[in-house]
């Protein structure tokens, strides 16, 4: 091996922020880092859906889906009473 020119290799440990598991192994980072996912929770192994959203997103994507949803209700049923009463007429 040439003098020199290797990055060390050493002992870390990685923390999967998905499931908690600590997987210790050997890396050139040279400090512990953390992940989203391993090959303990993500789905392709486990055969399980599963979202990975340490942000928020799908939650604030399924809120304004919810209001979408309310408004168009509203405007179908305010249709509805509209045909109704135009009917009464
Ligand atoms: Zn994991």
């Known amino acids: 091996m040439k003098a020199?020119?290797?990055p060390?290799?050493?002992k870390v440990t990685i923390?999967?922020?998905g499931?908690?598991?600590l997987i210790e192994t050997r890396s050139t980072k040279g400090q512990n880092f953390s992940i989203?996912?391993?090959s303990h929770c993500h789905p392709f192994y486990t055969g399980r859906q599963k979202f990975v959203d340490s942000a928020g997103r799908i939650e604030r994507f399924q809120q304004?889906?919810?209001i979408a949803e309310?408004?168009?209700?509203?405007?179908a049923e305010k249709a509805e009473?509209?045909?109704t009463t135009e009917k009464a007429e």
Do not use: F, L
Request: charged content about 40%; aromatic content about 8%.
């Open 19 to 21: 499931c908690n598991t």
């Open 36 to 38: 989203d996912v391993c």
């Open 15 to 17: 923390k999967c922020v």
């Open 4 to 6: 020199g020119i290797h």
């Open 81 to 83: 009473k509209a045909e």
């Open 64 to 66: 304004k889906w919810k």
């Open 8 to 10: 060390k290799y050493e």
């Open 70 to 75: 309310a408004k168009q209700k509203g405007k």
